[in-house]
């Protein structure tokens, strides 16, 4: 198996830019986690789907990132408009369930300028 | 309110030092454990897990960890570490629940000198 794929690996940005991370999950996984992690706050869950079904975003810091699982293959995460605190590593996870082991991906580490 | 702790937060160890890295979680329930280890510039990656038997897990690369439900612990140990030891080490809690997540502590960043 692949493991969990994530692109880009790197992503440079100037603020106020649309920013779009892609995630896509081991096959058979049933549940996909987005965290971010940073030196301050280290590592963070921003919001978890189980099914494709968004069940948690608590963690999702405001309105300006969204989260959607169109299928069980494939998942993103945007930020609009970004902005220089946005500047984290970012990992997608995935699990056969929402208790089983995470496998995470290698993250995109992002720098928003 | 769930969380978890990592007491150390840099750990420094000369090559064929035992390792204890400590972790204590705050819920006393059911609760699934997990450490995991993140080597520079890389991503994380699963050591070990408890979900249930035998409270002694052993996991990759020689690491060992005990759960001890009565100090409600997790801690890590390796009996002689190595210079590719050097990692950032994340104990991580499942709570279950309404919302099963998984809740990280802050990491210890170990460094093994050679």
């Known amino acids: 198996d692949a493991g969990v794929i994530q692109s880009p690996r790197h992503e440079v940005t100037e603020m106020g830019q649309e920013v779009t991370l892609r995630c896509k999950p081991i096959?058979?996984?049933?549940?996909l986690f987005w965290y971010r992690q940073t030196m301050m706050r280290g590592l963070e869950l921003l919001i978890y789907?189980?099914?494709?079904?968004?069940?948690?975003d608590s963690g999702m810091p405001e309105d300006r990132f969204s989260a959607k699982m169109p299928n069980a293959s494939f998942s993103t995460l945007k930020i609009q408009p970004s902005e220089p605190r946005d500047s984290a590593v970012y990992f997608c996870a995935s699990s056969r369930d929402q208790t089983e082991t995470q496998y995470f991906g290698p993250g995109t580490r992002l720098l928003v300028l | 309110a769930q969380s978890v702790s990592q007491h150390n937060h840099h750990v420094i160890l000369s090559e064929a030092a035992s390792l204890e890295l400590g972790c204590n979680y705050s819920y006393g329930g059911t609760v699934n454990l997990f450490w995991y280890v993140q080597y520079p510039g890389q991503h994380l990656q699963l050591l070990l897990k408890y979900f249930s038997g035998d409270p002694l897990v052993k996991g990759i690369k020689g690491f060992e960890a005990e759960f001890i439900k009565s100090k409600f612990s997790f801690n890590l140990r390796k009996p002689s570490v190595q210079w590719s030891d050097t990692a950032e080490y994340f104990c991580?809690?499942?709570?279950?629940?309404?919302?099963?997540?998984?809740?990280f502590g802050t990491g210890t960043l170990l460094a093994v000198q050679p």
């Open positions: 096959s058979g996984h049933n549940s």
């Open positions: 789907f189980n099914n494709n079904v968004p069940i948690d």
């Open positions: 991580a809690v499942n709570y279950g629940g309404a919302t099963n997540k998984l809740i």
